[in-house]
């Protein structure tokens, strides 16, 4: 079973920094996706952004520029390196994954991080 675990949320000023991490454990044979979403009270869950197969990149339009998610292979873990937050960050931030395990193509979320944003 693949599990996920996120850690480096917090609160903070707008214009300042926060790093998210996200360890995946498990047998994981190979991970075809990974990355960050977020949802904000009353609102949809939406993406953030993803690193496919390794070496695509996506990032929603709202944080280009902003933010920047890289990949650390041999650890399974994936970051989200968020810059010039504003207040429309505010959001619990989900990590992602998809991958091949002894169960054949898996889903799995993490449990969120809450990220906050004052003005």
């Known amino acids: 079973q693949v599990q996920l675990v996120e850690s480096g949320g917090g609160l903070v000023q707008a214009g300042g920094s926060l790093r998210l991490s996200c360890a995946a454990s498990?047998?994981?044979?190979?991970?075809?996706?990974m990355g960050w979403y977020r949802q904000a009270p009353g609102e949809q869950r939406e993406l953030v952004a993803t690193?496919?197969?390794?070496?695509?990149?996506n990032y929603a339009d709202s944080v280009k520029g902003r933010f920047t998610i890289s990949r650390d292979n041999a650890k399974n873990t994936v970051y989200l390196q968020m810059n010039s937050l504003k207040p429309e960050d505010t959001a619990v931030y989900y990590c992602?994954?998809?991958?091949?395990?002894?169960?054949?193509?898996?889903?799995?979320w993490g449990q969120g991080t809450q990220v906050t944003v004052s003005s």
């Open positions: 992602n994954i998809n991958a091949q395990s002894t169960r054949g193509r898996t889903v799995a």
């Open positions: 498990g047998i994981i044979f190979s991970i075809n996706a």
């Open positions: 690193i496919i197969s390794g070496t695509s990149i």
